[in-house]
């Protein structure tokens, strides 16, 4: 676009760009800048531990702990991608390239996982393999492998839709060249086939590797006292030692990572976008035949003992009480809690109001990302305009890395009476939306912008060639092709929110509990009851957030994501 | 715009029609040679000119350019006199025809070709009468209600070429509309496009890499090569 062309619309992209923009840098960036500001002494002494300013920070990086929690943290996200990926690609193969009864309905499942609050799972897991449970003799709890298992139950299926969308629309005819050349159908799958999904594969890893460095209620349900990431320690130095210190410090070891994975992964999405654009013949499904069979039975397995198993394991035991026997008192405490629990309301109160709130939520990501994703799939000529998109790209996907827990500390540090304004923002639920808002956010993007730049350029000359103003281009073409997208988009946000976990357990009050904080206190408790109520409390946020991702499943039409 | 600029007087005075004077691209940011090299030629109102030259020769960026879709690095685009630089694309009054049709998919055969009515507001009977007439036109009654997708590629491009033409622009321009189909086709449609052209009065420019369909369609005919207009 020339810029006396960009005129007319000019001031209606100020406005897009500028209101997510006002909405990051004030919810996100400066809560968290400030946190890592009062860590470092600036601005307000910095409590307890270690001593403010850079000696605070040397003191923080010469501690063993300090490097192990990052050993940790690295370890289990590499782990946790190596298994998503193996695991992913062959169900990537069966869900895109095969063609059998119940396909689509699968299909559509696989968005599920992703989607379930880390709680659910975390506390899904330990139902199967904790102490007492089913499977409690292999004694995988609190290990490794079980956080891993736990990293690799949400990020198969990112795996294998980002990979399978791209795979479905390879031309199938580069591997029967290969074959007439001789190459078995092993070899043309290593040498060929493999070699032109590298862009697809590449690009989910990073971003899956994201999810696993950050991961926060996995690994604080699961990993007990021997297991943290980085996450998990910024919330107990925070939360129980007031160490606002060595938390900055490890938020900006977090910060340096995530700003690392995201150049890396926004340079491998760009390449898998120059990959997309390449006109493929959609690839042919194929019938399910005996060469398939490996990738078929690594499939089952996975969707079997890694997804059904452990929410099996969950709802069989949300079924029985203290002493084995099936009862529904665990469904029936959910409405009027006993007594002696304490509670501070029902468990339906508290999913009454998650649920609320997480429309509230809903509503904010879906206005911010959609002129977020219309801003940004823009393709003005000037090279500074360009970069400028890039930069506004990334600032947005931040949210997607950065600590939930330094963004949740954050914002109850800064909202006491923000901007000069006589109102304390933390002694209200204002801040849970918000919060979950911004959690949700780079999911909305991700999910709209991919469909945005499909777009043919040529489209819009077309309908500014039949006289269309650029407005009128705007919602004639991109906003009636986002309305494919609009219900993934949605699904996503809302079980994000209704699921967030990170900032909210720092954002809760007295009387206002969201669900997944609730699940996590009374899985801290003791007592047959209250295990049996987060049991029943985890299947119900587990079959909310299902269900209404289902919902959005239905909705959409054929559309790939890049989640 | 609808009637007066198909049907305006044709008297060929100068001045009156498109005319492009020094026209040079550069594709942004690259030491490459200009995409169009100071090309000037006038088209007159009425008249059916032909671009032609080898692909890669810079005339479909010079359509571009004329469409206002491509910046400017020197010269001008006016019509009947008045420089077009500060004019965007949409307020041209200019129509475009890509050569792979650019329909809408999400959007049926008639709603297509009435997008540019219904940027210019025109009433609804107006609308549908003129959605039918073009429909007629160029040889497809009847398939207003069809999905876009199930067209083959000659009735895509016939149904491109009505919804280029609906609006009634002053100049049409025609990118290679041809040369996606196959060759039976691509003569007949070309023999029915030159009859439409002729019919209609429509003023147009043709860029397209086959000289005969040049001569069949184009009163006069240009050849360019690596972005300079033949003299």
Redesign the interface.
């Known amino acids: 676009m020339?810029p006396?062309?960009l005129v007319?619309g000019h001031l209606w992209w100020v406005f897009a760009t500028a209101l997510p923009l006002a909405f990051l840098v004030c919810f996100f960036l400066w809560p968290v800048l400030s946190l890592i500001a009062v860590g470092f002494g600036i601005g307000g002494a910095a409590t307890g531990g270690a001593t403010p300013g850079i000696g605070g920070f040397v003191e923080v990086f010469a501690q063993e702990r300090t490097w192990r929690v990052i050993g940790q943290t690295l370890a289990q996200a590499v782990c946790g991608t190596a298994i998503s990926v193996v695991l992913g690609l062959p169900a990537a193969f069966v869900l895109y390239r095969l063609e059998f009864a119940g396909r689509n309905l699968l299909r559509g499942c696989a968005t599920v996982p992703f989607v379930l609050p880390t709680v659910v799972v975390g506390v899904a897991f330990t139902a199967l393999l904790g102490p007492g449970a089913p499977l409690g003799w292999l004694g995988l709890d609190q290990s490794f492998l079980i956080i891993v298992l736990a990293l690799a139950f949400f990020n198969v299926t990112v795996v294998a839709r980002t990979v399978g969308g791209f795979w479905s629309q390879l031309d199938g005819r580069t591997e029967q060249a290969a074959r007439m050349l001789g190459a078995s159908p092993a070899r043309v799958f290593f040498t060929v086939t493999l070699q032109r999904l590298v862009p697809a594969l590449a690009s989910s890893a990073a971003l899956v590797f994201l999810f696993c460095a950050t991961s926060f209620g996995v690994v604080l349900v699961l990993g007990g006292r021997s297991f943290s990431n980085i996450e998990t320690e910024i919330y107990r130095l925070t939360v129980q030692y007031l160490d606002l210190g060595s938390a900055a410090a490890l938020s900006l070891v977090q910060f340096a990572i995530v700003a690392a994975v995201l150049v890396v992964s926004s340079r491998l999405r760009l390449r898998l976008e120059q990959a997309n654009q390449m006109r493929f013949d959609s690839g042919q499904a194929m019938r399910v035949a005996r060469t398939h069979l490996p990738a078929l039975i690594c499939f089952g397995l996975t969707a079997l003992l890694l997804h059904a198993l452990p929410i099996l394991a969950l709802v069989l035991r949300s079924l029985r009480d203290g002493t084995g026997r099936f009862t529904l008192v665990n469904y029936r405490n959910l409405f009027a809690p006993p007594a002696d629990a304490r509670l501070n309301g029902s468990v339906i109160d508290a999913a009454a109001l998650s649920i609320g709130i997480a429309l509230i939520a809903t509503s904010i990501a879906m206005l911010l990302g959609l002129l977020v994703a219309l801003v940004a799939s823009r393709r003005p000529?000037s090279?500074l305009l360009r970069r400028g998109l890039h930069a506004f790209d990334g600032v947005v996907m931040l949210p997607l890395g950065v600590s939930a827990v330094t963004v949740g500390f954050g914002l109850l540090l800064t909202m006491h009476q923000p901007f000069g304004i006589g109102i304390d923002l933390r002694t209200s639920v204002v801040l849970l939306p918000i919060a979950q808002a911004l959690v949700a956010l780079p999911l909305v993007v991700r999910t709209l912008l991919p469909v945005l730049r499909g777009i043919?350029v040529?489209?819009r000359?077309?309908?500014?060639?039949?006289?269309?103003?650029?407005l009128?281009?705007l919602r004639?073409?991109d906003l009636?092709?986002l309305a494919r997208p609009l219900g993934l988009a949605l699904g996503f946000a809302f079980a994000t929110s209704l699921g967030e976990f990170g900032a909210s357990a720092f954002l809760v009050r007295p009387g206002a509990q969201t669900l997944p904080v609730m699940v996590s206190q009374l899985i801290s408790r003791q007592g047959a009851e209250n295990y049996g109520m987060a049991l029943a409390a985890a299947v119900l946020l587990g079959a909310l957030t299902a269900s209404v991702m289902l919902l959005a499943e239905r909705w959409r039409g054929k559309v790939a994501s890049e989640i | 715009m609808s009637e007066d600029h198909t049907d305006a007087s044709r008297v060929e005075t100068p001045g009156r029609g498109l005319s492009v004077e020094g026209v040079t691209v550069t594709y942004?940011?690259a030491a490459l040679p200009a995409a169009v090299n100071d090309a000037s030629f006038e088209v007159h109102r009425g008249e059916v000119v032909a671009l032609t030259g080898p692909s890669g020769c810079g005339k479909s960026t010079l359509l571009?350019a004329i469409?206002?879709?491509e910046?400017l690095a020197a010269g001008r685009v006016a019509w009947d006199g008045e420089n077009l630089?500060?004019v965007?694309?949409?307020?041209r009054?200019?129509?475009?025809m890509?050569q792979d049709g650019?329909l809408?998919a999400?959007m049926s055969v008639a709603k297509n070709v009435a997008?540019?009515l219904s940027?210019?507001r025109a009433p609804k009977e107006l609308r549908e009468a003129r959605v039918a007439e073009l429909l007629e036109l160029v040889g497809l009654p009847d398939y207003g209600s069809r999905a876009v997708t199930e067209l083959s590629g000659g009735e895509r491009q016939r149904v491109a070429l009505a919804?280029?033409l609906?609006?009634g622009p002053r100049l049409l321009?025609l990118d290679e509309p041809l040369s996606a189909l196959d060759r039976a086709l691509r003569e007949r449609l070309a023999m029915d496009l030159a009859a439409l052209l002729r019919d209609t009065g429509t003023t147009a420019i043709l860029v397209t890499h086959d000289s005969a369909e040049a001569d069949l369609v184009a009163d006069r005919v240009l050849a360019m090569r690596s972005g300079r207009l033949a003299p």
């Open positions: 020339s006396k062309r007319p000529r090279g043919d040529r489209q000359d077309a309908a500014a060639m039949l006289g269309a103003s650029p009128r281009v004639t073409i009636r092709v | 942004a940011g571009r469409a206002g879709l910046p630089a500060s965007p694309p949409h307020r009054g200019f129509g475009l890509f650019q809408f999400h997008y540019g940027a210019q919804r280029s609906a609006p321009l």
